[in-house]
């Protein structure tokens, strides 16, 4: 019995005889058949089965993401959609990579609806789909690249790469949340983020479940052939799988520095969570300086020892410290109680009508510097949610748009210190804000000029006790891993954490908590390959895929004109 007629029976190689036995006559003449054809589903069973396991799979491929953090599960993920689409034609490809990716992203993030109601959850989960589907349409040309295995692992990791670089790039800058590296944070596979950042993470994902699915595949093929030594094939891509996620152990990771510095980082924590944490704004503000002057206090004592350098969350102070005096004082206050400088997250007027996101060097007994190495505006605000695209043409579908009443300018546009690298006494702090620590390219602009440690402010206020935190603090991890750097991610309300180079979190608060972390961080000035390399093996593994993909179909083309 053929390979196609076991398992690629969607193939075109139907017969009427097939559809009887399955229980349905075969299509009529005219635009069904030609629709039929078109999707190569030989029976509603068959293709109601991949669906079902292309749904299934991308729900299994949440689990490994943080919130359930089962990170062995993601190559299984990845699997079942290879499966799934294994076979079939382009637009059966697409229609199952869309149902892999919505289910998916379903589960993922529905925090971001969670104030907001359903709409935007639900829009964003389809647009961030649409990516998936696209994958879909080509991952059928995987397996029948030239080139055998090799080729197959090849353009199936490399297709997801790709599919991670357009989706985290456009529109509106992009939505990389959801990228497989993101998912590993506590496996072996992190440490590949050091030689090729979080791109090789998800590729060596992605090969990993590619192997799973060949050796399931052609095992059940062989034994359908009656070929029993085919049938230890599924054992052999289990082990080729795990070989592959386990090939980070061997690279050795930096757990020191050039020097080391004493950080405390302070998780002030709001009244109440929800929207309306802008209304509490002095309140948040005070629970910020109360903190730290109760640090001050501990010092003082001995209980605590004193701190290098001080970092205070985004959106700590809502009150814009240039222009409110009151506030102005309070921050001055705390920064020469605990006698550091002192990161502070503030919401600053202007420019215009504008407001900004951003990060403030305030020094005790000089206050809030000035200059490129004492300042920082959030390059990449947040689309929906700091300003809002096309506000008349979104209104038609929610009167929420307006809860953004004022849009928040990109650092870019104002052009102070466009790379986030903070001076604090002798560290030079990269300042990544919010969602930028999922962006590759903003946190590796600051390693590359000059940033020995890494602070990414947060308030995750706004998603409630959902995963959005614990999902950012494991981007804060792999960041570490990637750059070499400590990194302190650190939150209004919690999930905050201090991390090692290696990505180990050595201190951690709770959710909804007012909390000071502190710890003795190492200082690192030499990069990483993956700094740099930058983009390189993103681009090199994508296009090799679509290369191959477009050479095979090219070939098939030719050979079927001949």
Request: with cysteine; hydrophobic share 45%; proline share 6%.
């Amino acid at each position: 019995m053929s390979d196609s007629a076991v398992v690629e029976p969607g193939v075109g190689t139907s017969t009427s005889r097939e559809a009887d036995q399955a229980g349905i006559a075969p299509p009529p003449p005219g635009r069904l058949r030609r629709l039929r054809g078109s999707f190569r589903t030989p029976s509603g069973r068959l293709a109601w089965a991949r669906l079902v396991l292309a749904g299934v799979s991308g729900f299994v491929l949440h689990l490994a993401f943080p919130g359930i953090d089962i990170w062995p599960l993601a190559p299984v993920g990845v699997a079942g959609l290879a499966i799934a689409t294994r076979g079939v034609s382009k637009k059966f490809g697409a229609l199952l990579g869309f149902v892999f990716g919505l289910v998916f992203f379903l589960r993922l993030i529905p925090w971001i609806g969670i104030y907001v109601g359903a709409l935007p959850w639900i829009a964003l989960s389809i647009t961030e789909a649409l990516y998936l589907a696209g994958m879909g349409a080509l991952l059928p040309r995987a397996w029948k690249v030239r080139g055998g295995v090799p080729g197959l692992l090849l353009v199936s990791g490399g297709l997801w790469v790709a599919q991670e670089a357009v989706r985290g790039r456009w529109p509106f800058g992009g939505f990389p949340w959801g990228r497989l590296a993101f998912s590993q944070a506590d496996a072996p596979t992190a440490a590949l983020a050091s030689i090729g950042g979080a791109p090789l993470v998800s590729f060596a994902v992605a090969v990993s479940g590619t192997l799973l699915a060949w050796g399931l595949v052609t095992g059940f093929t062989a034994l359908r052939s009656r070929a029993l030594p085919g049938a230890l094939l599924p054992a052999v891509g289990v082990a080729l799988a795990l070989g592959v996620m386990g090939l980070g152990a061997l690279i050795p990771l930096p757990t020191d520095g050039d020097s080391t510095t004493r950080v405390a980082a302070v998780q002030g924590n709001v009244p109440r969570a929800g929207l309306d944490f802008n209304s509490q704004r002095r309140a948040v503000l005070d629970n910020h300086v109360s903190a730290t002057r109760a640090l001050a206090q501990r010092v003082a004592t001995g209980e605590s020892e004193q701190p290098d350098i001080v970092l205070w969350p985004e959106n700590a102070s809502d009150i814009d410290p240039y222009i409110n005096a009151d506030a102005a004082g309070e921050i001055s206050d705390a920064a020469d109680a605990i006698d550091a400088p002192l990161l502070v997250g503030a919401v600053v007027q202007g420019p215009g009508d504008y407001v900004s996101n951003t990060g403030i060097v305030w020094r005790p007994g000089e206050g809030a510097g000035t200059g490129d190495d004492s300042t920082y505006v959030k390059r990449h605000p947040a689309p929906f949610g700091e300003y809002m695209p096309y506000r008349s043409f979104f209104r038609l579908f929610s009167d929420k748009v307006d809860l953004i009443s004022k849009d928040f300018v990109s650092g870019d546009e104002l052009r102070d210190n466009p790379v986030g690298v903070m001076r604090m006494g002798d560290v030079k702090v990269g300042d990544v804000i919010c969602f930028e620590v999922a962006y590759d390219g903003l946190v590796r602009d600051s390693v590359r000029a000059g940033a020995t440690m890494l602070a990414v402010q947060t308030n995750n206020a706004t998603f409630g006790l959902t995963d959005e935190s614990v999902q950012q603090l494991a981007q804060s991890r792999i960041r570490a891993v990637e750059s070499g750097r400590s990194v302190v991610n650190i939150s209004t309300v919690g999930v905050s954490g201090i991390i090692l180079p290696d990505g180990t979190v050595v201190e951690r608060s709770g959710h909804f908590t007012q909390d000071v972390l502190e710890a003795t961080v190492p200082l690192r000035t030499e990069q990483t390959i993956a700094t740099r390399v930058g983009e390189w093996p993103e681009w090199i593994l994508s296009a090799l895929a679509i290369g191959l993909v477009l050479g095979t179909a090219l070939i098939a083309r030719r050979t079927q004109i001949s």
